[in-house]
């Protein structure tokens, strides 16, 4: 499957999506801060540096520090088992789509944040 497509989409126009499932299910826009932080490292300056440019998926993650308990992320998002994606950048990129999912799904942050 050729994922370039969702690779050289702009983060900056799929983050208010985000914000917009968890708001319908009552959660916030820091919560999906909060997530987005424990994933990739950056901080508030970088995502909005991020945002304002519309850094692209694939420079977003390359950027990255994933936290190092990525690997406990595990589960299906959009028909697949995130732990078993060959695709390390579209395993990421998923890795944050279940992640506001579950968020949106009223799931705990202390269990959404795997530690």
Avoid at 27 to 52: M, N, P, S
Avoid at 82 to 92: A, N, S
Wanted: charged share 35%; aromatic share 10%; proline share 2%.
């Amino acid at each position: 499957m050729d994922n370039t497509r969702v690779y050289k989409m702009s983060f900056a126009s799929v983050y208010p999506l985000y914000i917009k499932k968890v708001e319908r299910k009552g959660r916030t826009k820091e919560e999906v801060d909060h997530i987005i932080f424990w994933l990739t490292g950056y901080d508030v300056k970088a995502l909005q540096k991020i945002i304002d440019n519309k850094t692209d998926f694939e420079t977003f993650f390359a950027n990255a520090k994933l936290n190092p308990n990525v690997s406990k992320i595990t589960g299906v998002i959009c028909g697949y088992r995130v732990e078993d994606i060959e695709d390390k950048l579209m395993q990421q990129v998923r890795y944050l789509d279940k992640l506001i999912d579950e968020l949106a799904k009223g799931k705990a942050m202390e269990k959404i944040l795997r530690k």
